[in-house]
């Protein structure tokens, strides 16, 4: 497994957690929207990463 997908696999975990965080006992109002604005931001960079390795292994099987 390359270092990037281990990467993006921490980050899509992190990403889970700030979910779950939503839906448990723990929510209160006051931290929803910095929670949410964490996670939309993980979520932008998961999606930068996936598609950079898209890029990347398009690369490879033209060649």
Known sequence: MSKNSTHIEDDIKQL???????????????????????????????????SELKNTITKATEK
């Open 16 to 50: 889970e957690a700030h979910i779950a965080w939503f839906e448990g006992d723990e929510f209160n109002l006051e931290e929803a929207l910095s929670k949410y604005q964490e996670a939309e931001k993980m979520a932008e960079e998961i999606t930068k990463k996936l």
